[in-house]
């Protein structure tokens, strides 16, 4: 299984743009039985999945993110990562990053998860 | 995309069995057997224990096992122990429940 991990500011004001990267191990960002995914957990709320990218580089985003939420790839650091922007209190929660496999369509592997406070 | 719903809580004795359900659609729970577990642990990451239904990941201990019955999918824990205590999702698709705490009395 490969090992992911969040980075980025835990902190970001009301209407900025909020900015995760991913670090991938143990795997590639290259693999195509993988969708690299974001997923959230806002405090006393259940997961909500955002959206992934594929190693060609197309997108699927959850249509509740879409006009705010760009993701892209970066094959040579094994990177992936997430930008939303025009953020309220609302998207207060716990990011996490994990591989959506094509093989059976479930989470696999998930990183630690970063949490990202929406506060001025 | 409307979350499946789960219900909020669960709760049993150790050594006890709880089940928890999972109520989607026809289009995704009732017609196809994509449907997983998810336990997490408040501060740790989420961690796959059922996939397509009924199979479990290496690893995960026999005392998980999944069904399916209709456009309702359930978990059921048996032999509970103090660490199952956690909060517990299902997932078909991409779309994830709505979470069930279980709670070890």
């Known amino acids: 299984q490969v090992q992911l991990q969040e980075s980025g500011p835990g902190l970001v004001e009301p209407s900025e743009t909020l900015s995760l990267t991913c670090t991938v191990s143990g795997g590639s960002v290259k693999s195509n039985n993988d969708y690299w995914s974001w997923i959230r957990k806002p405090p006393g709320k259940g997961l909500e999945w955002m959206g992934y990218?594929?190693?060609?580089?197309?997108?699927n985003y959850n249509p509740s993110f879409e006009s705010r939420v760009t993701m892209s790839l970066d094959t040579s650091k094994n990177q992936f990562s997430l930008e939303m922007s025009s953020v309220t209190a609302a998207d207060t929660a716990v990011y996490y990053c994990?591989?959506?496999?094509?093989?059976?369509?479930?989470?696999?592997?998930w990183g630690q998860g970063m949490l990202v406070t929406v506060f001025s | 995309q409307s979350a499946l719903t789960q219900p909020p809580s669960a709760s049993g004795s150790p050594g006890q069995s709880v089940t928890i359900s999972c109520t989607g659609t026809?289009?995704?729970?009732?017609?196809?057997?994509?449907v997983s577990w998810y336990q997490h642990h408040p501060g740790k990451a989420p961690k796959l224990i059922i996939y397509?239904?009924?199979k479990r990941p290496s690893g995960v201990p026999d005392r998980f096992s999944g069904s399916k019955s209709g456009n309702t999918a359930s978990l059921t824990v048996s032999g509970l122990q103090a660490e199952d205590e956690a909060d517990y999702y299902c997932s078909s698709f991409r779309n994830f429940g709505t979470g069930t705490q279980v709670t070890v009395l």
């Open positions: 990218i594929y190693y060609s580089g197309n997108t």
């Open positions: 026809n289009s995704d729970v009732g017609d196809y057997n994509y």
């Open positions: 397509e239904v009924t």
């Open positions: 994990a591989t959506y496999t094509s093989r059976n369509l479930v989470f696999e592997s």
